[in-house]
């Protein structure tokens, strides 16, 4: 059965959750915005149900389930929770899976303003998290790469943004990377997918990070690309200050980072302006400002 031939309303988690987890039928179920691999909706104030959408096997689903548990005590803000699971059946074909609610308005949907802070929580945050994984973890085919073998993915997006007045100095940062030293640490839990619709904001500051989906084990940089990504430009100084833990390697392998992120996340608004399916218009505006930060700050 497709997605389409699957339609996901609230009646539907309803029933489900009357079918395997009746406890929780009668809380209030609310659809939250956005969401492609999967589809969320609240439940209750202090719940969500994760659905499978788009994914198209329930692997990311079950990683959060086998390795949030383990991660969550540990790392020093909110993120979702596995509490119930709720397996494929006649109504429904796919995983779903109850999560605690992380509260908080999504950076795409919101701003920063207190950025020194910001830049210390991101860096405490990662600090918790880069720690050596074990050697059952899962490693990533889609993320967590050199930059020099995600050549070909930067082309496509530095080609289809063309930014103008600065493509030159976009690619020299790419170059930079491309020519930088590979990750020589034994291999660390990464996020791997830190964008602005991945992290919550409240009270002008960094409050909570969602969709583990990508997790992995491997090089940093992939993280560290957020100071950039995610915080407004002239913090990424900062931010490897407080961070503390990465070489002159590592930050220029996450500035390239930054900058393919960046390009994608350029593409993605522009897709969402002209209507196409899967873009999403309001990160147009966040990949230029997170590229013209990449751009300002080097931070090595």
Known sequence: MT???????ADLVRDLLQEQHPD??????REVEGGWGNHMWRLGDKLAVRMQRMDPTAELQLKERRWLPVLAPRLPLPVPTPVRFGEPSVRFPKHWTVMTWVPGEPLDHGSISRGDHAADTLAGFLRALHVEAPAEAPISSDFGAHPKKCTDGFDHFFEAVAPGGIADEVRAVWDDAVAAPDWEGPPVWVHGDLHPA?????????SGVVDFGALFA?????DLAAAWVLLPAGCASRFFDAYAQADEGTIRRARGLAAMKSLFLMLMGRNGDRGLPGGKPHWGPAGRAALEGVLIDGSA
């Open 198 to 206: 991945n992290v919550v904001v409240s009270d002008g500051t960094l």
């Open 218 to 222: 491997g090089d940093p940089a992939w």
């Open 24 to 29: 929780l039928a009668g809380l209030v179920i």
């Open 3 to 9: 997605d389409a031939e699957t339609e996901i309303t």
